[in-house]
């Protein structure tokens, strides 16, 4: 708090010293989907039945399959996948605009022509095409994006259906979770520079404009854990 205001000073040009952030270990380790899991994951959320039960979010088994494939095709935080508006969609182009991010980081990111193609159909069936201002994962009930925590108990219950845990999960570990979804794009991402012959070091500034982080080392990190995947 004490930096961010002083870095507010700074800006308004009261000179005011900005303390530097210390040092941490970082040994969070994520979990990370294998492609079995990846499939089997896809193959719940696509079974509707799962969830036309559930009473406060009734049309969560529409809403799920794609809030995953634009979490795992677009690396998006859930954050900024739930506060999608239909207004922040460009189906033309094949693009998502995230305003509400990390850090107020705003950020346009391309989708494969493929989720384009999902997504188009999603927005037609919903009947929001024309409507700017509705959000993409509506509550039905009050028509405010559902909350982060309810779409965490949502994609649980897929982990619970596909039987895929972390037995004797440490502290650092995070276990499977909706924010995996994102180290495995960049995972993959790596995966697919390699494989088209590109130096892993001129991919991370892209992969980091595109992520939205605050720097290349923040990006860099993922390299570690797509050497162990």
Do not use: M, W
């Given at each position: 708090v004490v930096r961010l205001f002083t870095e507010y000073l700074a800006t308004c040009g009261i000179h005011a010293h900005i303390p530097c952030v210390p040092k941490v270990r970082d040994d969070y380790i994520p979990y990370i989907f294998s492609d079995a899991e990846m499939s089997a994951i896809f193959l719940t959320a696509d079974s509707a039945k799962r969830y036309t039960r559930d009473r406060k979010t009734t049309n969560s088994q529409v809403l799920m399959p794609i809030i995953l494939r634009i979490m795992y095709g677009c690396g998006t935080r859930i954050g900024e996948t739930l506060a999608l508006t239909m207004g922040d969609v460009d189906l033309e182009n094949g693009t998502l605009s995230l305003k509400k991010t990390k850090r107020s980081k705003e950020r346009m990111v391309p989708m494969h022509p493929n989720l384009t193609k999902v997504l188009a159909d999603y927005c037609m069936a919903l009947k929001i095409i024309?409507?700017?201002?509705?959000?993409?994962?509506?509550?039905?009930?009050?028509?405010?994006?559902?909350?982060?925590r309810r779409a965490q108990y949502l994609f649980d219950r897929l982990l619970n259906e596909t039987e895929i845990e972390l037995p004797g999960r440490q502290k650092h570990e995070r276990g499977p979770c909706l924010h995996c979804l994102r180290?495995?794009?960049?995972?993959?991402?790596?995966?697919?520079?390699?494989?088209?012959?590109?130096?892993?070091?001129?991919?991370?500034?892209?992969?980091?404009?595109y992520l939205g982080h605050d720097s290349l080392e923040e990006t860099q990190k993922y390299l570690k854990f797509s050497a162990r995947s």
């Open positions: 024309s409507c700017p201002d509705r959000y993409l994962f509506e509550n039905q009930e009050n028509g405010k994006p559902i909350s982060e180290h495995r794009f960049a995972i993959d991402s790596f995966i697919q520079a390699e494989q088209n012959r590109q130096c892993l070091d001129d991919a991370v500034p892209y992969l980091s404009i």
